[in-house]
C-alpha cells in the first residue's frame, strides 16, 4: 500500500494559556498542502510482532538526511503508531514501512505527525480495519498534537485545545498556488514555546487576534486580506536576533514577488507565500530560488489517502 503524507501550513496560530499538562491552549487554522512524503507499507509472512522502518531522502539536503538518519528508530512517531497500534489490537504481523522523506524535519510542517496518520490508517487497513475512527484518533492523540488533524481525512480545520479539538473547514482555495521557503536551519518546538513564555514575561504588548467566527469567515476573502498572525513569527521578528532577521528578510521577498498573504508555519522554520495563482507561484518561485531553498505547491481541496 503507498500512502501520501502530505503536510501543512498554519494560516493563523494562537498560542494561549499554559496548561497543567505541560502543553499550551492554542487556536490554529491548518490547511493541507500538495507536498509531503509518501509512505510504502507491507506485510510480511512473519508472526514475529517486527517493525522494520527504512527512511530515503527525496529532496533533502546532506545535512537534514543525516540528521533524520541519525535519528533513533524507537523515536519516530511511524515506529511508536506501529507500537500502539499492536498494543491496542493484538496484532502481530510482521510491518515493512518505507518512508521516501520530502518534508524537512524542524519546518513547522507536521511531516511526522503526518507520516504517523498515514501509518496508523495503513497498519489499521492491512489488519482488517479492527479499531473504529475514534478509536484511531485515541492513539493520534496519544502520539501528538497535530497527529489528529491528519488522521482526520480533512483539508483544512480550525484547531483548538492543545490540538486535538478540530472543526473541518472547506476554504475556496483551488485557484492559490503557495510557495514554501525553507531559511536553512530548523526550528525545537520545546525551545520555540519556551522563547515564547519568556518573551511575553518581559511585556511585550500583543495586540488582540479577532474572534474564531471572523478568522473563519476570512477564508473565503482575498489573501490580501487575511486577518491571520503567528504568535511565533511576532516573537521572533521582536526579539529574536539573527533568526528574526532572517525570517524577516523571507518575509520581505515573498511580499517583493507579489505573495498575497505571507507567513510561518508552526513554530517555524518554513515560511510560505500565498499567491494567486499557480502561475504567480511559479513565477515568484525562480527569482527566490537564488537565495532560499524554495517549493513550489498549493492547497490540497480533496484529500486520499492510499492507493
Avoid at 512524503?37 to 546532506?62: A, Q, Y
Wanted: charged share 25%.
Amino acid at each position: 500500500m503507498r500512502i501520501e503524507a502530505p503536510c501543512k501550513v498554519n494560516l493563523h496560530l494562537r498560542i494561549l494559556e499554559k496548561r497543567s499538562d505541560g502543553f499550551h491552549n492554542l487556536e490554529s487554522v491548518f490547511a493541507l498542502l500538495a507536498f509531503g512524503d509518501s509512505l510504502e507499507v507491507s506485510v510480511l509472512s512473519g508472526k514475529s510482532g517486527l517493525t522494520s522502518l527504512e527512511m530515503e531522502p527525496n529532496g533533502l539536503s546532506g545535512s537534514l538526511w543525516n540528521e533524520i538518519a541519525a535519528f533513533p528508530q524507537e523515536q519516530n512517531l511511524v515506529y511508536k503508531a506501529a507500537s500502539l497500534f499492536r498494543e491496542q489490537t493484538g496484532f502481530d504481523g510482521d510491518l515493512s514501512v518505507k518512508i521516501r522523506k520530502s518534508v524537512p524535519p524542524g519546518s513547522g510542517l507536521g511531516g511526522g505527525s503526518s507520516d504517523a496518520a498515514a501509518a496508523l490508517f495503513a497498519f489499521n487497513s492491512a489488519a482488517g480495519k479492527p479499531l473504529s475512527a475514534e478509536r484511531l484518533l485515541d492513539i493520534a492523540r496519544r502520539l501528538g498534537s497535530d497527529v489528529p488533524f491528519f488522521l482526520s481525512g480533512g483539508t483544512a480545520a480550525w484547531v483548538s485545545g492543545r490540538g486535538e479539538l478540530l472543526q473541518p473547514l472547506f476554504p475556496p482555495f483551488s485557484e492559490y498556488g503557495v510557495l514554501l521557503v525553507f531559511p536553512g536551519f530548523q526550528s525545537d518546538t520545546a525551545r520555540a514555546y519556551d522563547f515564547l513564555d519568556k518573551n511575553r514575561e518581559k511585556g511585550t504588548d500583543e495586540t488582540p487576534a479577532p474572534g474564531k467566527d471572523e478568522l473563519i469567515a476570512a477564508l473565503d476573502k482575498n489573501p490580501a486580506r487575511w486577518p491571520y498572525k503567528n504568535d511565533f513569527l511576532s516573537a521572533f521578528l521582536e526579539n529574536g536576533g539573527d533568526r528574526g532577521a532572517r525570517y524577516a528578510s523571507i518575509l520581505g521577498g515573498l511580499e517583493e514577488s507579489g505573495a498575497l498573504f505571507r507567513g510561518l508555519s508552526g513554530s517555524g522554520s518554513a515560511c510560505f507565500g500565498v499567491y494567486r495563482s499557480k502561475k504567480d507561484a511559479e513565477r515568484a518561485k525562480t527569482g527566490l530560488e537564488t537565495k532560499y531553498c524554495v517549493q513550489n505547491t498549493n492547497f490540497l481541496a480533496l484529500r486520499a489517502f492510499w492507493h
